[in-house]
């Protein structure tokens, strides 16, 4: 998935509202989410306290949540590789 940044026609708001929705339905449990909200629309925007924020958020939390634990799991490694990379990015 890539949002499109306004300058090229995309609509950025639109897409943090789907994030923020997917969020919302599975009561922050999908950690991958998160991830991809980072990757795709905080990074997009420049958006290093978000970025950060919700990178970190998927670190601290319990992986280990029924339905989602593998997930979850790969959500915290790619997670810790992102804020890893944040230096080079922003």
């Known amino acids: 998935m890539n949002v499109?940044?306004?300058?090229?026609?995309?609509?950025?708001?639109v897409g943090r509202r789907h994030f923020e929705r997917v969020l919302n339905i599975s009561n922050n449990k999908n950690l991958m989410a998160k991830v991809l909200y980072a990757r795709h629309y905080a990074r997009l925007m420049f958006d290093r306290?978000?970025?950060?924020?919700?990178?970190?958020?998927?670190?601290?939390?319990?992986?280990?949540?029924?339905?989602?634990?593998?997930?979850?799991?790969?959500?915290?490694?790619?997670?810790?590789?992102?804020?890893n990379s944040a230096e080079d990015y922003f």
């Open 49 to 83: 306290e978000l970025h950060d924020r919700l990178l970190n958020e998927v670190i601290e939390a319990q992986p280990d949540i029924p339905g989602y634990a593998l997930s979850n799991a790969l959500a915290q490694q790619k997670a810790r590789e992102l804020l």
């Open 4 to 13: 499109i940044p306004p300058a090229l026609g995309g609509k950025p708001r």
